[in-house]
């Protein structure tokens, strides 16, 4: 090797390079400018090294080429790679971070296309791709990956990273500025430049680590080859990602997405273009919008946001949800979980949880409990239906409840859709009996509200009039007491009224069913309660003005049948709308065992967000095996109204879940039930040493319990911190009783970085912000350019306080400290901000601050050393911490890692 050949391949190839980088922004800039409008398209799949003669000019392109265009003028390009095919015939092509335009005189292709995965390997690596007349084994020579910006008008790459085979590693500072140091020296000045590095400071032996300069989600336009196969894993798998902070688990998950969404790059795996297909059709959403991921913050929702943005993939708030409003959401509006001003579930969500016992903590074992009991109870019931029916004098129900008792007996093992379907054969004869009833039932009324308006004519008004006061009560009491019929009977419609008056037909609904609830009463020597709505309106109706006993009599005996037939007549409604009923049932019984409740809740309506989450994953699980049955029956229509009509327009083509280790296995199996079941593509990632919450998943092992078929790939290659503090990583997740996690750091000339700093006795804010501020100011001296900092408190109340002390002597050195609130993002990335540390996961930093350490470990006393792994893994390089007091025993093991300051 000469110093003359390594000098002509970073010339040609830099030449090469910003070649084709100004060639696909010319193109692009003009494609935009001649076709303003939508249409068809001009872009063309480059799986093979598709030339510019197969692809038409047309007249118009779509408002998603046109993005697609935008992105390819800001960032031209992502990589060369050099390669030799297994002919030893050299190549060279150039790789976009999204779908490319074909230009002339240079072969192109998109990162999502399998050919980009030649951008992930590695000088020396070989692999096989298909591509043209076959399949041809590639063999990478070098690499040069590029962040093209425009300067000047003119196209250049700033740091760009050179590898290869013979020439190693090499850093560029710029290839424009290369390439007129080429013209301006002769080849003996040059040949001097390469030897003495001092004289040509452009070129750097080895590659450098970027400052972080912008707050937020590192871009990685170039996953590493790891990360790459499994961004290119099918869609339709289940995956948790795991890894260190800084390997760029987020980051894989949100490239994974843009290669999923991207129908050019799908029509390479005909697969999965067929289950893509057939999941729009049901969905009838289009497949690049038909995808929700989880994040855990607000905050890092934002961020995720703008990553998104980068991949130039369209992601709203609607796209992007945190798991709190989600749960709220479909809890209301889709289960008929909680109440709503219509009507809607039986239960409110309440923020005390002093009625739960710890143990519930153990969430998948309390599922298992309930849905145990749920099983047991609606197949109890429904047993119970077909012996009341078995011992009726009437033949005919006689004989329907020997069919329903054969068809009850398989539910035993579990509920499940083809056993239910099954009740259709019989549902013919029992809509038969039901019918009949229901005549009987609506004669005994008729009769019964004729005698009323006959004696009264102002009676229906003033019936109206009662059951409006009566809901005014009821609402100044917020009563909690149940109707006697909707106790027993979960097949009953709640229903308030629309506003302050009450319609005629709602108050005719409601009297009906006062009387119906007191001649079941009757029928069960039993009584309505007199608080409950039913019990109010009977007593200003009195005797005088309720059907004959005989009438009454005859009604508590059809509407009783009538009831045990409608079970079976729609027994998937009723197994969906048991859950509520059952869960209230399951909580009385348990509490009164002492498990899983320290007591029961003030009101029977009350549920803690936990209990809504258990519901939410019953309803979804149940409904879902509802719904399997229909597809395994030919001929049925799947159903597009009710309960399961619901269900199955939560469903989405891919769910994702970012910080997977900070949602509880019931949430996260709620999140499985959301993807599409013909499809189930399931992404996740997290790191379990970063849990901060004491429900969170502490395995990755636990998952098996939502589905053993989720596989578990780690990736161990962390790209954020520096060598000393990853072994302070590890040395604190030591500390948690983790294991060894094998953590690889990449090749970079300044990997080494600089101990943390640690400092006690600071008990007030002066004295913080005085050793924060020295300890900014050596940052600012030997970093020297614009970066990000920040500084982690125990609690909201804190941050604007210490914000607002480190301000005043920032100003001195022309910084300033902003508070974020909430973990709102403010300010600029040059500022220090402050934090609750509760809202930074996910983000990183070039220098963290963990201010009050020891006060962390005595409020949290369980999850401290998480809370200090995640604050301590936010930081790049430069990493502090600080203690009122002294450094507690339970971290004074770390000393070795920390020094006094940076200068």
């Excluded at 943390?756 to 913080?768: A, C, F, K, M």
């Excluded at 609690?795 to 001195?812: C, F, K, M």
Aim: charged share 30%.
């Amino acid at each position: 090797m000469t110093e003359q050949n390594r000098k002509s391949f970073l010339q040609n190839t830099s030449k090469d390079t910003l070649d084709c980088i100004e060639t696909v922004a010319t193109d692009a800039a003009r494609e935009l400018k001649t076709h303003p409008r939508s249409g068809p398209s001009v872009f063309a799949s480059v799986n093979t090294f598709t030339s510019t003669q197969q692809v038409s000019n047309l007249s118009a392109i779509s408002a998603g080429e046109r993005q697609a265009l935008y992105a390819l003028l800001e960032q031209p390009i992502i990589a060369q790679v050099q390669y030799q095919d297994e002919n030893d015939q050299p190549g060279v092509i150039y790789i976009t971070r999204g779908q490319p335009r074909p230009v002339p005189g240079f072969k192109i292709t998109s990162s999502r296309t399998p050919l980009g995965r030649l951008a992930s390997l590695e000088p020396g690596d070989e692999e096989t791709f298909s591509f043209g007349d076959g399949t041809h084994d590639l063999l990478v020579d070098a690499t040069v990956r590029v962040n093209p910006k425009q300067v000047d008008g003119e196209w250049d790459a700033k740091d760009a990273e050179f590898a290869s085979q013979e020439f190693g590693n090499i850093t560029v500072l710029s290839l424009r500025d290369l390439l007129g140091d080429a013209i301006d020296f002769d080849d003996t000045d040059l040949d001097a430049a390469w030897l003495d590095g001092e004289e040509d400071e452009n070129i750097v032996e080895g590659l450098r680590r970027a400052i972080i300069s912008h707050m937020g989600l590192r871009d990685q336009p170039i996953l590493d080859k790891h990360q790459d196969e499994i961004f290119r894993l099918p869609i339709n798998s289940q995956c948790f990602l795991s890894g260190p902070p800084g390997t760029g688990k987020t980051t894989t998950l949100i490239r994974r997405l843009g290669q999923k969404t991207d129908f050019a790059a799908l029509e390479e795996s005909p697969d999965e273009r067929v289950l893509v297909d057939r999941v729009d059709e049901e969905t009838a959403r289009p497949h690049a919008s038909n995808w929700i991921m989880f994040s855990p913050t607000e905050l890092l929702r934002q961020y995720v946001k703008e990553a998104f943005a980068r991949e130039g993939q369209a992601a709203s708030d609607d796209h992007i949800r945190t798991w709190d409003e989600f749960r709220r959401e479909i809890a209301r509006d889709h289960l008929n979980l909680l109440k709503t001003s219509a009507g809607g579930g039986p239960f409110i969500e309440r923020p005390h949880s002093d009625h739960l016992l710890g143990e519930t903590i153990n969430c998948a074992n309390w599922y298992d409990d309930f849905e145990q009991y749920f099983t047991n109870a609606v197949v109890a019931d429904l047993t119970d239906s077909v012996g009341d029916l078995r011992g009726s004098e009437d033949p005919d129900l006689v004989e329907i409840a020997q069919d329903l008792e054969a068809l009850v007996e398989p539910l035993h093992k579990s509920i499940n859709g083809s056993a239910v379907l099954k009740f259709r054969g019989a549902q013919e004869m029992v809509g038969e009996l039901v019918a009949a009833r229901r005549d009987g039932v609506n004669r005994i009324f008729t009769r019964t509200q004729n005698k009323l308006v006959h004696e009264d004519r102002t009676f229906p008004a003033r019936l109206q009039e009662e059951i409006a006061r009566i809901e005014r009560e009821l609402a100044q009491q917020d009563s909690d007491e149940e109707d006697f019929d909707l106790a027993l009977e979960e097949e009953e419609e709640t229903e308030a009224p629309s506003g302050p008056t009450v319609s005629r037909a709602l108050a005719v609904r409601r009297y009906r069913a006062a009387i119906q609830a007191h001649a079941l009463a009757k029928a069960r020597k039993r009584s309505v309660p007199k608080s409950s709505r039913n019990g109010m309106l009977l007593a200003w109706l009195g005797t005088e003005r309720l059907p004959t006993d005989e009438d009454l009599a005859n009604l508590g005996t059809l509407v009783l049948e009538q009831r045990t037939l409608q079970r079976f007549a729609s027994i998937e409604r009723l197994i969906l709308r048991a859950i509520p009923r059952q869960y209230r049932a399951f909580r009385r019984a348990r509490c009164d065992e002492g498990k899983w409740y320290a007591k029961l809740p003030n009101k029977t309506s009350d549920l803690h967000w936990q209990e809504i989450d258990l519901l939410t994953l019953a309803s979804l699980r149940l409904a879902g095996r509802l719904l399997d049955g229909y597809r395994r029956a030919p001929g049925l229509d799947l159903p597009d109204t009710g309960l399961l009509g619901a269900v199955r327009d939560l469903y989405r083509a891919q769910i994702l879940v970012d910080e997977a280790t900070d949602f509880s296995p019931v949430q996260l199996a709620s999140m499985y039930e959301l993807s599409h079941p013909s499809m189930r593509s399931f992404f996740l990632c997290g790191d379990v040493n970063q849990r901060l919450t004491t429900w969170g998943l502490k395995s990755a092992e636990a998952l098996s319990w939502i589905d053993p078929g989720i596989e578990t790939r780690q990736i161990t290659v962390s790209y954020r911190q520096s060598e000393k503090l990853v072994e302070l990583a590890k040395s604190i997740a030591h500390l948690d009783g983790a294991s060894d996690v094998d953590t690889i750091l990449p090749d970079r000339l300044d990997i080494a970085g600089v101990a943390p700093v640690w400092e006690t006795g600071l008990d007030d804010i002066n004295r913080i912000a005085d050793w924060l501020f020295e300890r900014i100011s050596e940052i600012d001296t030997m970093v020297r350019e614009a970066t990000t900092i920040a500084v982690l408190v125990n609690t909201e109340d804190h941050v604007q306080p210490i914000a607002e002390a480190l301000n005043s002597r920032l100003e001195e050195i022309s910084l300033a400290a902003v508070a974020c609130r909430e973990g709102r993002d403010v300010g600029n990335d040059r500022d220090v901000r402050v934090f609750d540390i509760q809202h930074i996961k996910g983000l990183e930093f070039e220098g963290v601050f963990f201010v009050g350490l020891d006060e962390t470990i005595e409020m949290l006393p369980e999850l401290h050393k998480k809370y200090l792994y995640v604050g301590a893994t936010r930081a790049a390089t430069y990493l502090g911490v600080t203690f009122a007091g002294e450094v507690p025993d339970e971290v004074n093991s770390l000393e070795d890692h920390f020094g006094k300051t940076w200068s």
